[in-house]
């Protein structure tokens, strides 16, 4: 499997799409990482002299109406929206595949009351769920995150499952099963193991729809709260001041999108590079 | 046999809803806050309080007051807004009407313009005109829709001055809204036409028809369309509650009247009856929109009809 995920990404790396995407996506992380340190400004000390300055030197992409600059606060922004959603769905995954692994292998009552819950929260639009669920445990960057978990969850369910029950018919489960292992060794050892690539490819699908969901939320006033920097929150904010600092609004957005399309090229690129579209079908 | 199948479904919608009312039920109930506290004046008494609670009945227990708001709910009653202070059934009657022309209108200008763009980037075999339908549907689907609307009011409304920034007085103020929630169905509809088209034109009949010697159009629009309406369909109705989960976020960015912008309020004021009224009025066209969905697979594709009568 390691060497599998690794020829696969090496491979996705190779196409000259999947080399910008990759290589946006690793600088991304680098500065998230980073923020702290490599900021050009402090992100939330306010200079109200130069406040809602035009793009420019020593801004780059302007300052907010505190004056803070936006650059850094979009580079720190980086850091609350990709760890908000990548925790949200790394969890939403662990969560929907051992729910759709034991649905899919156990079968009965349980695969048809989990199937139920999970075909009507797919119906639902992802921001009507986060919504309801914020609403009930209030405003904040943890119940954000559990909003992007819950929202998500039914696609990893449903993908897991459908896996599974395309794997147990295989012939060499059915030896393994025939050999006496138990159900644990036959999850753990030989579904799982087979079913976790697709899963993972769609979980980093995923992690693009979380940040847009984290920004809306953020843009609702429902996520991160102010001092704290996420490209959300900034935009919500910035809705003020839409004619007097547009950049404020303009410059967040456009690296949630441009993230957003560089975390699809790069899944596209695996995709094609683990030969696993087949298996993403109809989920 | 068409209707024996749209009545399976129908019956099946009851307890669907039924669960689904029990969960938006017990949601709203969970929501931190007391909704009396909003209408309390500064130095009331426990007792007007009190009253307060009892009329609205909030004092009853939780299978009580769902009880009763079912049954008033199936007489056409959705309660009182505890805040607005007026039936709950004509705000969702005062504002529905701009939730569904802001829909049906998003809906079919992303289908048609998405069907056309679909079939253009299968027929075209031109490679820039395939990669540029594949470059927006990527952009489609990636860019947040409030994000897209921010520009389009900077864009058309501050710069250019052609739509008003907001409200819903004049016809003009819809097309940016409009605009803004077709733009990510568009992407959706042109990707879902194309691999219909470019999948079905694969098939054998397909050479057949040209072996004798159809023209290109005859076999496009008599023969490869009607096919991948199919798919087609179901995505549309499956839109449904996409569009749904647009308006609520464009209503509130454009500052337009509708069910979205009037759930966002009442969840911060607290607004049960509102809340719970506006999340069933959702709930039932998400629910609705899936139904046409499969009753029209069913009655365009006979194995669809098959496998489950």
Redesign the interface.
């Given at each position: 499997m390691n060497a599998l995920a690794q020829s696969g990404v090496g491979r996705a790396f190779a196409t000259p799409l999947g080399l910008f995407s990759g290589g946006y996506i690793l600088v991304l992380l680098a500065v998230a990482l980073t923020a702290p340190w490599i900021t050009p400004f402090d992100v939330t000390i306010q200079d109200l002299a130069n406040s809602n300055a035009a793009p420019g030197w020593p801004h780059l992409m302007g300052t907010d109406e505190f004056g803070r600059d936006v650059l850094s606060r979009v580079m720190y922004g980086a850091r609350t929206s990709l760890s908000v959603s990548a925790t949200a769905i790394g969890f939403s995954m662990i969560v929907g595949m051992a729910l759709g692994a034991a649905a899919g292998y156990f079968g009965g009552l349980f695969e048809r009351a989990v199937m139920t819950v999970v075909d009507l929260t797919w119906s639902f639009p992802d921001i009507l769920i986060a919504l309801m669920l914020v609403a009930i445990i209030g405003p904040g960057l943890s119940s954000t995150m559990f909003a992007i978990a819950v929202a998500y969850l039914a696609q990893f369910t449903r993908l897991t499952r459908a896996q599974i029950v395309q794997l147990k018919r295989e012939t060499f489960i059915e030896a393994t099963i025939n050999l006496g292992a138990t159900p644990a060794h036959i999850l753990s050892r030989h579904l799982l193991p087979n079913a976790v690539a697709p899963v993972i490819v769609v979980g980093m699908l995923a992690i693009g729809d979380g940040i847009i969901l984290e920004a809306t939320l953020g843009f609702f006033g429902l996520g991160a709260q102010p001092p704290t920097p996420s490209w959300g929150a900034m935009m919500s904010s910035g809705t003020a001041q839409l004619f007097l600092a547009p950049w404020v609004i303009i410059f967040p957005g456009l690296v949630v999108a441009v993230t957003v399309i560089a975390i699809n090229l790069f899944g596209d690129a695996l995709i094609r590079a683990l030969d696993i579209r087949e298996r993403l079908r109809g989920t | 046999m068409i209707i024996k199948y749209t009545l399976q479904r129908l019956l099946m919608l009851i307890p669907?809803s039924l669960?689904?009312s029990v969960v938006i039920f017990l949601?709203v109930h969970?929501?931190?806050g007391d909704p009396i506290d909003n209408l309390m004046r500064v130095g009331s008494s426990p007792e007007d309080r009190l009253a307060m609670t009892v009329k609205y009945g909030l004092d009853r227990t939780l299978v009580e007051q769902y009880l009763l708001w079912i049954r008033s709910i199936l007489s056409g009653d959705f309660g009182e807004a505890i805040v607005l202070r007026r039936p709950v059934s004509d705000l969702i009657r005062q504002n529905l009407p701009y939730s569904l022309t802001l829909g049906a209108l998003a809906f079919a200008f992303s289908s048609i313009v998405g069907m056309i763009a679909g079939t253009i980037s299968a027929v075209a075999k031109n490679p820039v005109v395939e990669q540029v339908v594949k470059a927006f549907i990527?952009?489609g689907?990636?860019?947040?829709?409030?994000?897209l609307a921010?520009?389009m009011?900077?864009l058309f409304s501050?710069t250019l001055g052609w739509f008003p920034v907001s409200g819903a007085k004049t016809w003009t103020a819809l097309v940016l809204p409009v605009l803004t929630i077709g733009f990510g169905g568009i992407a959706l509809v042109a990707r879902v036409t194309r691999v219909a088209l470019v999948e079905i034109a694969r098939q054998d009949f397909v050479t057949l028809l040209h072996a004798k010697g159809l023209s290109r159009s005859t076999i496009l629009f008599r023969h490869l369309l009607p096919h991948a309406f199919l798919p087609v369909v179901t995505i549309l109705a499956?839109r449904i509650?996409?569009i749904?989960?647009?308006a609520?976020?464009v209503e509130?960015v454009f500052g337009r009247p509708g069910l979205g912008s009037l759930?966002?309020r009442a969840?911060g004021q607290r607004d049960y009856p509102v809340?719970q009224g506006c999340?069933l009025m959702?709930?039932l066209a998400?629910?609705l929109g899936?139904l046409i969905g499969d009753v029209a697979q069913a009655a365009l594709d006979p194995r669809v009809r098959e496998a489950t009568t």
């Open positions: - | 669907v669960s689904i949601v969970l929501l931190p990527l952009l689907s990636t860019v947040p829709s409030f994000w921010l520009l009011i900077l501050v499956l509650g996409w749904l989960g647009g609520v976020t509130f759930l966002i969840l809340v999340l959702l709930a998400v629910m899936t």
